[in-house]
T-cell receptor, first 114, second 109 residues
Framework: GAGVSQSPSNKVTEKGKDVELRCDPI?????LYWYRQSLGQGLEFLIY????????KSGLPSDRFSAERTGGSVSTLTIQRTQQEDSAVYLC????????????FGQGTRLTVV | KNEVEQSPQNLTAQEGEFITINCSYS?????LHWLQQHPGGGIVSLFM?????KKHGRLIATINIQEKHSSLHITASHPRDSAVYIC???????????WGAGTKLIIKP
């Protein structure tokens, strides 16, 4: 597609349920990043993929969070046993190569845990 | 026309120069963010503004709500300031972020 696509755009889930967030990067982009923005806060880095591998997982807040990327393209961020503090906008970005290249962002998935 | 526009797209300056990056937006916003993407890849949130001016070290961010314009200034620029600077607007629903295209800044020693 023309840009980074994220789905769903909006997700409401009950506390304790698992959720999957999807990111389709720009075709050909090898680097993919996940971030989140909690209400009123700045961006928080979660994980970085280069191809299918994740050289930097340092931002994942707990072992309830995991992410994978297949075929060097689509990525899925999974949150298990969601908690209310997981409520945030989850953003995906991609770039042509690794760090240092300008990243293009999706519009985000708004996750609300009730 | 993009709803959030940044200028310039690229900026190269000498160490010590005063840097200004501009951001104009055409939508109603609840807040505007300035972000820094390091050459190492991570993104750092520099400022979140809804009015006035904020300062942190050598960085200053201002916003004029009436004119729908924000600026990021760097005083006494240094090569370590080299990065991509991005402005992004929160819409009133606090849901979507509308992103500017970014400004790639290079500071030469």
């Amino acid at each position: 597609g023309a840009g980074v696509s994220q789905s769903p755009s909006n997700k409401v889930t009950e506390k304790g349920k698992d959720v999957e967030l999807r990111c389709d990067p720009i075709s050909g982009h090898t680097a993919l990043y996940w971030y989140r923005q909690s209400l009123g806060q700045g961006l928080e880095f979660l994980i970085y993929f280069q191809g299918n591998s994740a050289p930097d997982k340092s931002g994942l807040p707990s072992d309830r969070f995991s992410a994978e990327r297949t075929g060097g393209s689509v990525s899925t961020l999974t949150i298990q046993r969601t908690q209310q503090e997981d409520s945030a906008v989850y953003l995906c970005a991609s770039s042509w190569a690794g760090p240092g290249q300008k990243a293009f962002f999706g519009q985000g998935t708004r996750l609300t845990v009730v | 026309k993009n709803e959030v526009e940044q200028s310039p797209q690229n900026l190269t300056a000498q160490e010590g120069e005063f840097i200004t990056i501009n951001c104009s937006y055409s939508v109603g916003i609840s807040a505007l963010h300035w972000l820094q993407q390091h050459p190492g890849g991570g993104i750092v949130s520099l400022f979140m503004l809804s009015s006035g001016k904020k300062k942190h070290g050598r960085l200053i961010a201002t916003i004029n709500i009436q004119e729908k314009h924000s600026s990021l200034h760097i005083t006494a620029s240094h090569p370590r300031d080299s990065a991509v600077y991005i402005c992004a607007a929160n819409t009133p629903s606090n849901y979507q972020l509308i992103w500017g295209a970014g400004t790639k800044l290079i500071i030469k020693p």
